[in-house]
């Protein structure tokens, strides 16, 4: 990658995420990127665990917050950031070491507003938990690629980069939503500008949330607190979705 690339400020909301931010912060560091090339912004939601003492081995900028909230807290760290592309990352997500070179590829179409890499699961686990997640996944990929190509990106935020001046433009994350915001943010990003999915920028999530819950009970949960957002435009909190034992 050139000097004329862009920067590119990466931002993780955490909440008690001291077992999982050092893997994510680490793919951060083996980037085949310069290293000024990146800006690792971590906002957490004043956890009682080791999560900012974790990250503060890794990046100066380390936000504590006393509110709970992803959506504010992507928010404050997209304001605080420097970059022009803004890179917002889960901490149970880990990068392939090209991620973000595909990721700057992408966006040197002046057109492209927000892209999405691929998403595959971390863990390893037994023959039918491998199976389900595979078709988990496969199922999330092209959910993400077909809804660009029609118009109405499905973006989860999972790993999902946008340009900082169309994030301001949309006015950021709804503080609002505890669940869908990653959605409803794609969507205002497809009014915008071009939204694609770049399945060579490759990234390792975990199945936590759904081994925790149990597939199916998880699969209820999302969509009935989708249908609530998108259907009848209420806007469940954190109480509603009691999966979220992160931010």
Known sequence: ???????????????????????????????????DQIEIIVVDSNSSDKTRKIAR??????????????????????????GEILLFLDADTLLDSEFISELCKSFTDPKVACVTGSLTGLENLGLIDNLFRFFHYTILNKVASVSARLGFPFFPTVCCACRKSHFLEVGGFDEGLAI???????????????????????????LR????????KNYFLYFRNYFRVFILNEKPWIHDFPHTAEI
Not at 57 to 82: M, W, Y
Not at 184 to 204: I, P, Q, T
């Open 209 to 216: 949330r759904v081994t925790q819950n149990g597939r199916m």
């Open 180 to 206: 869908a915001e990653d959605l409803v943010f794609s969507l205002k990003m497809g009014k915008v500008g071009k939204c694609l999915v770049n399945m060579e920028a490759k990234s390792y999530t975990s």
């Open 57 to 82: 081995k890794f990046t100066d900028n380390v936000i504590n917050i006393k509110e709970r909230g992803v959506s504010k807290a992507r928010n404050i760290g997209a304001l605080r950031a420097k």
């Open 1 to 35: 990658m050139g000097t004329e690339d862009p920067l590119v400020s990466i931002v993780i909301p955490t909440f008690c995420e001291e077992k999982n931010i050092e893997g994510c912060l680490r793919s951060l560091k083996h980037q085949d990127v310069v290293g």
